[in-house]
DNA sequence: ACCCCACTACGTACGTCGTACGTAACTAGG
DNA sequence: CCTAGTTACGTACGACGTACGTAGTGGGGT
C-alpha cells in the first residue's frame, strides 16, 4: 500500500511533524532544505528554484525532496518562512506605533531587498507559518497604543505589507529584468527608453511627456519609501478617522461591475 | 541565413511594427492572440496560458505564435495591455481629484476580479503599453487640480496602484487557492483553520489570537476598501503635506542594512 | 530479543513546458 | 518576373514537476 507519505492529504506543511514515529532518522532537516533553497534564490533568482536543483544543493536525491515538502508549493513557503527569522524583533515597542511601524516596514524592505524574489514567492495564505505568526504578534504588539478595532488594525498591517511589497517590487523591477533579460545588459532598458520617448514626442501624451521630461534627478528612494508609508499610516491615526462623507457618494463600488464568472 | 524575426532583437514590442513590409500576410493579428490568451487565462487560470494552448485557441500551430510574439514574456505584455483597454476614461474629470481617483481605482479593481491573473502578470516594466499609456495620461489629467510636483503624482498612481494590487491579491487569494488546489474545495482551507486555532491555542500568540477570536463578522468589503484607499490619500492631500519631523529619526533606513550582492 | 512494517532514499519514467531550428509556401519590391 | 524576406509549422531538445516501484532501515509491540 501507499506510504503515508504520499495520500495527497490537503494538509498544512506546519501542521505535520518534522520527523515520523517510525522508521529511519531522516537525514536531512527542514530548516537546511529550506536554507538550501534560499541560498539557490538568492544567487539564481526564483526561477531557478527547482526541485532538482534544490536537491542537488540538499545533498540528496531528487526525489527524496518529497519526504519533506510534499509540494513545490510548500518548498515556498518554507522558504518564506526562512527568511522571515531574519526579523529583529528582540526589542520591546516603544510606545510610538507610528515609528515603530515604520521600522518594521523598514526591516521588510531590506529583507525584499535581501532576498529579491520573495514578493513574488510571498502569498497571502502564507500567514500561518511559525515566523509570520510571530511577526504578526509582535505588530499588533507595536499597535497596542494606536486606538482602533482589532479588523482595523489587521487592515493596517496588510496594507502596510502590500504598500511595502508594491514599492519594492518597484524599486527592483528594472534590475530583476536585467537579470533575467537575455541580452547584454542596459540594452533592454534603453530599447524601453528609446521607444517612450518616440511615443511621447508624438503629442498624443501631453500631461505624461509633461511630467517625464522634466526628469526624475536622483530621489532618495529612502526618503521617499517613509514618506509614503507616512502618508498611509497618517490616514490611521486618530484624530482624523473620519471618512470624508464626499467620497462614497462618487465613487465605483465593485457591486455594479463584478463579473458573473 | 536566420530571419529577423528569429534573431533575438531586445526590442520592445510595441516598437515592432505588427505587419511586416514584405512577404506573406500574417493570418493573424496581435489583438486576436492576445484577446485568446486573455481568454485562456480566464478561464483555466494563468498557469493555463502556455504557447501551445494560446496557439489552438488560437487556430494556429504552436510555433506560429513566436511570428507575432518573440518570448512568453511578451505575451503577457500583449495580455495586459489588452485588459487595460477595459479601462472606461471617456468621461473628463470632474475637477475632484480625489473622487476620479478613488473611481479609477474601483474600476483597477473591477478589471482584477474579472481577470484575476493580472496582479501575477501585470509588471511595473509593463508601463509602455498603448493603454497603460492611455491611462497615465488619464490619471495625469485627474491629478491636474492637485497641488503637487510630477514625481509626487508618479508616486501617487503607483502608490495606489500598488494598494490596490494588494488589497484585491487578498481579496481573492483564497479563491485562488481554492482554484488551485488539488483538492475538494473548501478542504484546504478548513485545514489551515484547525491548524491557526491549534497555533492560537497554545497561548504563544495572545494578541493575535484575541484580534483573530472576535471574529470578522460580514466586513463590508467595499466600504472598506474605499476606507483604505481613502486613508492613502489623505496623506497626499495639501494642508497636511508636511512629513511629520518625529519620523525620520526613529525609523531604519536601508543603506546601513542593504546586502552587497 | 526479535520481528514487522512504517518510513526513508532514490532511480526511472511520463507528460508538459519554452523554444531553437529546418523547410516549404507565399508575396511584394526591384 | 524574379528573388529575397517573411509566414507557417513540424520536429526535437533539455528542463520541469512528480507518480510510482523498489530496496534498505530502525523503533515499538510482543
Redesign the interface.
Known amino acids: 500500500m501507499a506510504a503515508s507519505g504520499r495520500t495527497?492529504n490537503?494538509?498544512?506543511i506546519?501542521?505535520r511533524p518534522e520527523r515520523a514515529a517510525r522508521g529511519p532518522r531522516p537525514a536531512h532537516t527542514r530548516a537546511e532544505i529550506a536554507a538550501a533553497a534560499v541560498r539557490v534564490a538568492?544567487a539564481e533568482g526564483p526561477e531557478g528554484v527547482s526541485m532538482r536543483r534544490v536537491a542537488a544543493e540538499t545533498g540528496c536525491g531528487t526525489m527524496s525532496l518529497y519526504n519533506y515538502v510534499p509540494r513545490k508549493e510548500d518548498l515556498y513557503e518554507l522558504m518564506v518562512d526562512a527568511v522571515s527569522a531574519e526579523y529583529d524583533l528582540s526589542a520591546p515597542p516603544?510606545g510610538?506605533w507610528?515609528?515603530d511601524t515604520?521600522?518594521l516596514a523598514?526591516?521588510t524592505?531590506?529583507l525584499m531587498?535581501?532576498h529579491p524574489w520573495l514578493p513574488r514567492l510571498m502569498?497571502?495564505?502564507h500567514g500561518?507559518s511559525p515566523n509570520a505568526?510571530?511577526y504578526?504578534?509582535y505588530f499588533?504588539?507595536v499597535l497596542?497604543p494606536l486606538d482602533a478595532e482589532?479588523?482595523t488594525?489587521?487592515?493596517l498591517i496588510?496594507?502596510v505589507?502590500?504598500?511595502v511589497?508594491?514599492?519594492v517590487?518597484?524599486e527592483l523591477?528594472?534590475a530583476e529584468?536585467a537579470r533575467t533579460?537575455?541580452?547584454p545588459p542596459g540594452?533592454?532598458h534603453a530599447?524601453?527608453m528609446?521607444?517612450?520617448a518616440?511615443?511621447l514626442s508624438g503629442g498624443?501624451?501631453?500631461?505624461?511627456a509633461?511630467?517625464?521630461g522634466?526628469g526624475?534627478a536622483a530621489?532618495d528612494?529612502?526618503?521617499?519609501?517613509?514618506?509614503?508609508l507616512?502618508?498611509?499610516?497618517?490616514?490611521?491615526a486618530p484624530g482624523?478617522a473620519g471618512?470624508?462623507q464626499?467620497?462614497?457618494?462618487?465613487?465605483?463600488?465593485?457591486?455594479e461591475?463584478?463579473?458573473p464568472?
Open positions: 495527497a490537503p494538509e498544512i506546519w501542521a538568492d516603544s510610538d507610528r515609528a515604520l521600522a523598514g526591516q524592505r531590506a531587498h535581501r502569498s497571502p495564505a500561518f505568526l510571530r504578526l504578534e499588533l504588539w497596542e482589532g479588523s488594525k489587521m487592515e496588510s496594507m505589507n502590500g504598500v511589497s508594491a514599492y517590487v518597484n523591477s528594472e529584468r533579460s537575455p541580452f540594452q533592454e530599447a524601453r528609446a521607444h517612450l518616440r511615443e498624443a501624451y501631453p500631461r505624461l509633461g511630467v517625464l522634466t526624475f530621489v528612494l529612502d526618503a521617499q519609501f517613509e514618506r509614503a507616512g502618508r498611509l499610516l497618517d490616514g490611521f482624523r471618512r470624508r464626499s467620497v462614497s457618494a462618487s465613487s465605483v463600488t465593485l457591486k461591475n463584478r463579473s464568472r
